[in-house]
């Protein structure tokens, strides 16, 4: 089995900063992509950034400059580190990883997705 959990989110005012944490557990062999996504209100789950295990990293344009993904490969860790934050941000944050779990060869040659449970980020203006 394997869990993600998030922490970090909350209220912060337009201008504020957060950083969100996604924590993986249980039977992992490795993290590929580790990604955050975001779903605001009668909108779709969009994508806001990835990290691969390599350390490249992709942003949505609407965080450019102001978002910074990172990782802890030892702590199977990723963060998301938030500044200048707007109302636009305001939504749940999801976090995802692409994971091969231990066990088996097939096991292992086997990617899976995996979601966090999602934590809030409100931002007011």
């Known amino acids: 089995q394997v869990q993600l959990v998030e922490s970090g989110g909350g209220l912060v005012q337009a201008g504020g900063s957060l950083r969100l944490s996604c924590a993986a557990s249980g039977s992992i062999f490795s993290i590929d992509t580790m990604g955050w996504y975001r779903q605001a209100p009668g909108k779709q789950r969009e994508l806001v950034a990835t990290i691969t295990s390599s350390g490249s990293t992709n942003y949505a344009d609407s965080v450019k400059g102001r978002f910074t993904i990172s990782r802890d490969n030892a702590k199977n860790t990723g963060y998301l580190q938030m500044n200048s934050l707007k109302p636009e941000d305001t939504a749940v944050y999801y976090c995802?990883?692409?994971?091969?779990?231990?066990?088996?060869?097939?096991?292992?040659?086997?990617?899976?997705?995996?979601w966090g449970q999602g934590t809030q980020v409100t931002v007011s203006s």
């Open positions: 995802n990883c692409k994971i091969r779990r231990s066990g088996t060869v097939r096991e292992i040659l086997r990617l899976n997705d995996y």
